[in-house]
């Protein structure tokens, strides 16, 4: 399969510089270009035709998303991956409307990006081959295995488990969990508690803070932040 050729709409110099150099260093894409406006990324756009666009929704000459849409309106089907801080949910909406591959909320994490990569690094090569798809292989392609987080759990997380664990810290964000204390709510073992608050805290959906008591080590508490 030829490289997936790559533009990146972006017009923060380092942020457009760390998805540069992903895009370089990931077997299997190729870089195109980092456009800083609009107006930039269209003159590329019809020169380089690249195959996938990294999108930020604000830039200097308008809006990201409204430029996918007239992209979509000429029936110039690219693909799409929206790496932007707007969290709103009426921009989250447009986006999925728009057929875009995926929306990633800054601040980047490049491990949630090297997925997303993947993910169209595997579309694309299906699609290119011939044949069928089954249905099972279409709902991988299309994300549909996924859990409710958004992504596969790794090994020794169970799905169900770690949604009644997500549940009690987002209805109580404001309080601090220990790994004694979620045990105890959730009738886990300490061992159990720990893997799970340590998994959401390497997701970035947990704030760490330390309680330094009289004497020995001090306690990591764990508080809400919110959706990686």
Not at 95 to 122: C, F, M, N, T
Request: aromatic share 4%; with cysteine.
């Amino acid at each position: 399969m030829e490289p997936i050729t790559t533009l990146i709409i972006e017009d923060d110099v380092r942020i457009g510089g760390i998805l540069s150099e992903l895009i370089l260093t990931t077997p299997g894409f190729q870089l195109v270009g980092c456009a800083p406006s609009l107006a930039d990324a269209q003159a590329r756009l019809e020169c380089e035709q690249p195959r996938l666009l990294l999108v930020d929704v604000s830039l200097p000459d308008g809006s990201g998303l409204e430029w996918v849409a007239s992209l979509r309106a000429r029936a110039i089907e690219t693909l799409v991956i929206m790496v932007t801080a707007a969290s709103d949910v009426e921009s989250i909406q447009r986006a999925l409307h728009l057929g875009v591959q995926d929306y990633i909320i800054k601040p980047l994490r490049l491990s949630r990006i090297q997925q997303s990569l993947g993910e169209v690094q595997a579309l694309c090569r299906r699609l290119a081959g011939a044949g069928h798809l089954e249905q099972g292989d279409l709902d991988r392609l299309l994300g549909k295995g996924r859990s409710r987080e958004g992504r596969e759990t790794p090994k020794g997380i169970d799905a169900l488990t770690l949604r009644q664990v997500l549940d009690l810290l987002a209805s109580e964000r404001e309080q601090c969990f220990s790994t004694d204390t979620l045990a105890l709510r959730l009738s886990l073992s300490r061992t159990t508690a720990r893997r799970y608050l340590e998994y959401l805290e390497s997701e970035d959906h947990l704030v760490v803070e330390l309680s330094y008591g009289q004497r020995g080590r001090p306690e990591r508490l764990y508080r809400w932040r919110g959706e990686a």
